[in-house]
């Protein structure tokens, strides 16, 4: 899982680089310009393709945690082994599950700020603290992307964690399955 998530995260992380860049390209959204017109487009779709992928690297996590934590309890009972390790792993997962929370709201928020920005949505505003909404925007995606890098160090650290705590549980599965004569 540990190479899985590195390669997603840095997936992801690529392609809030290449909204970002395409963002900042745009002088001035409302231009009738064409050639403004397909850097907006182009700029909405990959931001909405960085949003979606990046939420699905955190549901990702999520679901690993999810199913290494009921495969730990099922083998803990089945084998009878001490629910240190169980509780080791939800202690990490509980410890996750709040920081890839805030980090799928705040995505979000960026899309949601986004949209407020463009000049042709019926949702936008003027300023906001005396920024215009881009810079709002602007200001939301870069520390969104600030905050998301560290919780996917937290997300990386914790899996890394949790897979030894795997290896540990597989490793006495096999030394009980080996004492009592059964197939490994």
């Keep these: ?18 909204a970002l860049l395409l963002g900042l390209q745009i002088d001035d959204p409302a231009a009738r310009s064409p050639a403004v017109q397909a850097l907006v487009s182009w700029h909405l779709l990959t931001g909405l393709a960085a949003l ?3 939420i699905l690297v955190h549901a990702l996590v999520l679901t690993y945690f999810m199913g290494t934590g009921r495969w730990l309890e099922e083998t803990t ?21 709040p920081l890839l929370s805030v980090a799928i709201l705040l995505l979000i928020l960026v899309g949601a700020t986004g ?25 939301t995606a870069l520390g969104t992307w600030a905050i998301n890098v560290a919780i996917q160090a937290a997300e990386y650290s914790a899996l890394l964690r949790n897979g030894a705590i795997v290896q540990e549980v597989l490793q006495e599965v096999r030394r009980i399955r080996m004492e009592h004569g059964l197939p490994v």
């Design 52 to 54: 979606c992928f990046t």
């Design 77 to 97: 009972r089945a084998y009878g082994l001490p629910a240190d390790l169980q509780r080791q792993s939800w202690t990490l997962k509980y410890r996750v599950v």
């Design 1 to 18: 899982m540990n190479r899985i998530f590195l390669t997603l995260a840095l997936a992801g992380n690529l392609l809030v680089a290449a």
């Design 115 to 139: 949209a407020a920005a463009d000049p042709a949505s019926h949702v936008g505003w003027g300023r906001i603290a005396g920024m215009a909404a881009a810079d709002v925007h602007l200001a």
